[in-house]
């Protein structure tokens, strides 16, 4: 059983590594053996993540499906705070109201003292008030040491009857206005990472709408055709969640629950964020869609006519975008998932030889190629990350299968792609090429080829080019190691007297020799090259006079393409 069909079978970390050790009794090279488990690992843990997202999705959805149901306040806030511990595993949840100008500890869940509910805080004090004064979330590891925070004695003194250390408070905000806090607290040291913070904010967006929705149900009850269509809403965007749906399809329902005319923009085409919430004061209302910080598009709401954008419609968008976003987030993690197992089948391919060609050609399909297609191979040279978003800046196609191994960048594509045409520019990569291959087998050895080009054309220092083998000219011979031994053996026949100099005086003979060639035979320009005094030049060069004869310097051509093959042999050899 290979990789693939490990993780098809939701192996565990111990199936991994005995695979992992099977490989290597097999004769797999350990260092290979190595970096495909810690391909596998990465994918399994992609693959928990997101279980654990979908996890998360249906919780939150539960719980909106909850809040929407409960009518008394005190009920609600109630299960708020218990669904919010239960959710981040911590110590206690609690949740302030802004009242007035303070704020009120209205419930908890897991308190030890009776008294915290019924504590009033001041507003721009403690954590609490650098999230109602900031809008955004904060955390401190450790609240009672951190000294950024404002201290006040009300707060303070809840936090030692509690005995709080880490915490982490988001604001309940509709329409731009904080309506409170909601706290997560442990009685240790704790640090939050973004996943916490994400599926804290959720739940506080649904709590902050349910809660407004409660004080409205009160106040306004004319407003129960609203809160209904709402509560359809969030039972639609529920479903269409389940079944996979994207942004896309989520605005087109949403449309037709409101008049106003309704978009999606992509981060990069979110109008000013000024607009946000401010219904009456412009053309339109802009919703962020965000998740941990990080704005993943919009929701634009436009009105019909001259008029401000409909109650109804901005309370649509407010309780659809973190539904939004937690779709976006689970399907980046889904993305991220097949990417990897496309990389794992483009990396099973490329390393070994399946004796069933029918088994191959599926191989290839798994890792999105056409069996039936010629295809171009591409070997980076460099660190993958930069070099793998040149290659997305290339506009190549969806049918090109990208992965990192042993450390290079792989490129295979269809050999109809004019890829020699857009490599050029100011940021491209040193890079081999070969191809057109057909086959499993042709890919194989295609790799192979681009593989020893881009390291040759490094050793070169031929920076940001694309080469084939043929290319290289008489620098070809770097590509075999048969090659490299007969500059070796060359080097010792032409300047052997100098390595025997050196070895014995310990000076850079050798390399005086290669840059006075370089600098087409300049002493001053080799002496700076060198950081030596111009005398010191000399000095070599008469020790070289003395060791390969006066008439050396007609044979400096020969001796010039010599060193230079020498020195990214030796380059080659050392990797």
């Known amino acids: 059983m290979g990789w693939v069909e490990l993780l098809a079978a939701g192996a565990q970390l111990v199936e991994l590594e005995e695979h992992r050790q099977s490989l290597v009794a097999a004769g797999t090279p350990v260092s290979q053996a190595d970096a495909e488990a810690r391909a596998a690992v990465e994918v399994t843990a992609l693959l928990q993540q997101r279980q654990q997202r979908l996890v998360e999705l249906a919780a939150l959805n539960d719980i909106a499906s909850q809040l929407a149901s409960v009518s008394d306040p005190a009920d609600l806030l109630a299960e708020?705070?218990?669904?919010?511990?239960?959710?981040?595993?911590?110590d206690l949840t609690?949740?302030?109201?802004?009242?007035?100008?303070?704020?009120?500890?209205?419930?908890?869940?897991?308190?030890?003292?009776?008294?915290?509910?019924?504590?009033?805080?001041?507003?721009?004090?403690?954590?609490?008030?650098?999230?109602?004064?900031?809008?955004?979330?904060?955390?401190?590891?450790?609240?009672?040491a951190d000294t950024s925070l404002v201290h006040e004695a009300s707060a303070d003194r809840a936090a030692e009857a509690e005995s709080i250390r880490g915490l982490l408070g988001v604001p309940l905000a509709v329409r731009g206005r904080v309506l409170g806090v909601l706290l997560a607290a442990k009685r240790e040291e704790r640090r939050f990472g973004r996943e916490e913070i994400s599926l804290l904010e959720g739940l506080a967006a649904h709590a902050a709408v349910a809660i407004d929705n409660a004080r409205a149900g009160r106040e306004l009850r004319d407003a129960k055709e609203v809160l209904e269509a709402t509560i359809r809403l969030d039972a639609e965007l529920t479903r269409t969640v389940q079944a996979g749906g994207d942004p896309a399809t989520l605005v087109r329902r949403m449309q037709t629950m409101t008049d106003a005319r309704l978009r999606w923009v992509d981060p990069d085409q979110v109008p000013d964020p000024t607009l946000v919430g401010q219904a009456?004061?412009?053309?339109?209302?802009?919703?962020?869609?965000?998740?941990?910080?990080?704005?993943?598009?919009?929701?634009?709401?436009?009105?019909?006519?001259?008029g401000p954008v409909p109650a109804d419609a901005r309370l649509l968008v407010e309780r659809a975008a973190p539904v939004i976003a937690l779709t976006l987030v689970g399907a980046r993690a889904t993305a991220r998932v097949a990417?990897?197992?496309?990389?794992?089948?483009?990396?099973?391919?490329?390393?070994?030889?399946?004796?069933?060609?029918?088994?191959?050609?599926?191989?290839?399909?798994?890792?999105?190629?056409?069996?039936?297609?010629?295809?171009?191979?591409?070997?980076?040279?460099?660190e993958p990350g930069p070099a793998r978003r040149f290659v997305s800046g290339l506009g190549l196609g969806d049918r090109v299968a990208v992965a990192v191994h042993r450390g290079q960048l792989v490129l295979v594509l269809p050999a109809d792609i004019?890829?020699?045409?857009r490599w050029p520019g100011p940021e491209a990569p040193t890079a081999g090429l070969a191809g057109p291959a057909d086959g499993a087998d042709g890919l194989r050895d295609a790799y192979g080829q681009a593989s020893r080009t881009a390291r040759a054309l490094t050793a070169l220092g031929r920076s940001g080019v694309l080469g084939r083998a043929e290319e290289l000219g008489i620098f070809a011979v770097l590509l075999s190691r048969t090659g490299r031994r007969e500059v070796q053996d060359q080097v010792v026949r032409e300047l052997g007297p100098v390595l025997a100099e050196e070895r014995l005086r310990g000076l850079p003979l050798l390399q005086t020799l290669e840059t006075y060639l370089d600098l087409g035979r300049r002493p001053t320009a080799t002496a700076a090259a060198l950081s030596v005094h111009v005398n010191t030049v000399y000095q070599r060069l008469t020790t070289l006079d003395r060791l390969l004869g006066t008439n050396w310097r007609q044979r400096a051509l020969d001796l010039q393409v010599l060193l230079r093959l020498h020195r990214a042999a030796r380059d080659l050899e050392s990797e």
């Open 418 to 421: 004019p890829l020699t045409e």
């Open 80 to 90: 708020v705070v218990d669904q919010a511990r239960r959710l981040l595993g911590v």
């Open 280 to 306: 009456g004061s412009g053309p339109a209302v802009v919703q962020p869609v965000v998740a941990a910080g990080e704005l993943l598009g919009a929701l634009v709401l436009e009105p019909v006519g001259n």
């Open 94 to 144: 609690y949740l302030a109201l802004l009242v007035d100008d303070d704020l009120s500890i209205e419930v908890a869940s897991g308190a030890r003292s009776p008294h915290l509910v019924g504590t009033r805080l001041r507003r721009w004090a403690g954590l609490v008030g650098s999230v109602v004064s900031s809008g955004q979330a904060r955390w401190s590891p450790d609240y009672r």
């Open 339 to 382: 990417e990897l197992g496309r990389d794992i089948a483009l990396i099973d391919l490329l390393s070994r030889a399946e004796p069933d060609p029918a088994a191959d050609r599926r191989r290839m399909r798994g890792a999105g190629l056409d069996p039936r297609a010629s295809h171009l191979v591409v070997v980076v040279e460099g």
